[in-house]
């Protein structure tokens, strides 16, 4: 039982499951793991009683509220119709989308509801989430791991459509912050509108085509047109005149998003600066380098020279190639600093008598004005100093006057 002044999930030693008796006392024990709420039968009572008047007997229907009745059965159903005179109704609306059984009869076509189901207001999905929690027979799935791997229910609240792209934000419904979350696709038209349902698992969507009203499964990129269809009258390699050319079907190359406007990323816008710079230009060389580096386009297909002529232009990068550099000329070439050269050898000089010496030396002084190295009171003017010298030179010798 639980103690005096204690709520029914206390976990102290003296309510059940807190502690044990030993020798007519009782030790308390720390819990391990704490007990869930434990509610009355009254209380029970009253929470299925609140679910029954909102008819919330499965998970979606905690979130949207049923718009029809089966004419068949009378039973609350989710009724779709589209203006091509296609009527479905539902017993549950999201991932696996369950028919009502009952739509095989003719009978449904006396029913004339055209509104789409809608969600609950918060408020009122708050008390239903509180009184789901008291029954026993849970409809919510109970574990983080069911949450994560269950497909949840969302609301969009913002779609953009253009250029054959589609922008989707949607609003959880079942979280209790409301995340927001959001997805683009390709279609050739908008497949939802504000107030759409969506069922959301993870990074995938699910919702009903407006046309044929049968699952559609997406991811964040995914196409559901076929641009090879739409664009096989186009001959890949003829070079547009003009970037007004590019066709609608055309922009999901250089970047999706909102306005269709196509988006350049800074990288190849780089790698068009280089290529420029190496002498890469023109769309049929930018598009063979842009394939053969490995490079393909926003959408994940390889360039065209007509798609390279719309990235150039996009980009706005010049297609000038940079002026060469002429060689220089002999008479241009700046002179180089002379080596000095080494000192040639000294010749021999001829042999020269005493007389022809002192003849020679007398002219070669009186033919420079210039001092010697050394000064003259130095030189020996004694004839075998001379000699002497000399024969270092060759062979000299003195010839005596007498002899």
């Not at 009378?74 to 296609?86: D, L, R």
């Not at 269809?229 to 970037?243: F, H, Q, R, W």
């Not at 003849?359 to 009171?377: C, L, W």
Request: glycine share 8%; net charge positive.
């Amino acid at each position: 039982m639980t103690g005096h002044n204690h709520y029914p999930w206390c976990t102290c030693g003296w309510c059940v499951g807190g502690g044990n008796r030993n020798g007519g006392g009782v030790s308390a024990a720390p819990a391990t793991k704490s007990l869930q709420p434990v509610y009355s039968d009254y209380e029970k009572r009253q929470a299925t009683q609140t679910l029954k008047g909102y008819g919330a007997t499965s998970y979606s229907r905690c979130f949207v509220n049923p718009n029809a009745f089966c004419p068949v059965c009378g039973q609350p159903v989710y009724f779709y119709a589209n203006e091509h005179g296609s009527r479905v109704f539902f017993d549950e609306l999201g991932k696996p989308w369950a028919k009502h059984p009952c739509t095989d009869n003719e009978r449904t076509a006396s029913v004339s509801v055209r509104t789409r189901p809608s969600s609950r207001p918060v408020a009122e999905i708050k008390e239903i989430l509180g009184a789901e929690q008291k029954i026993e027979q849970r409809i919510l799935p109970v574990g983080r791991k069911a949450r994560r791997d269950s497909w949840k229910l969302a609301v969009v609240v913002e779609v953009r459509f253009a250029d054959f792209g589609m922008e989707v934000h949607v609003e959880d419904l079942s979280s209790q912050n409301h995340q927001k979350f959001r997805f683009f696709i390709y279609c050739d038209q908008p497949l939802l509108v504000e107030g759409d349902l969506v069922s959301r698992r993870r990074e995938t969507f699910s919702f009903l085509h407006p046309q044929s009203l049968e699952d559609t499964t997406v991811v964040n990129g995914d196409r559901l047109v076929d641009f090879e269809a739409l664009e096989e009258d186009i001959d890949p390699s003829i070079i547009p005149g003009d970037v007004s050319e590019l066709l609608p079907s055309e922009r999901r190359h250089f970047g999706s998003g909102s306005g269709g406007s196509a988006k350049v990323s800074g990288t190849l816008r780089s790698v068009l600066e280089d290529f420029v710079k190496k002498g890469i230009v023109g769309a049929k060389l930018v598009s063979h380098y842009l394939n053969e580096t490995g490079r393909v386009t926003a959408d994940g297909s390889p360039w065209t020279p007509r798609l390279a002529f719309f990235l150039i232009a996009l980009s706005g990068v010049s297609q000038e190639k940079p002026a060469k550099q002429k060689k220089r000329t002999a008479r241009h070439k700046p002179q180089k600093a002379q080596k000095p050269q080494p000192h040639a050898r000294v010749k021999k000089r001829p042999r020269l008598s005493r007389t022809q010496f002192g003849n020679s030396v007398s002219q070669s002084a009186k033919k420079t004005d210039k001092p010697r190295s050394e000064p003259a009171a130095r030189l020996s003017t004694d004839v075998d100093d001379w000699a002497r010298m000399l024969s270092r030179l060759g062979r000299v010798s003195r010839k005596d006057d007498d002899g």
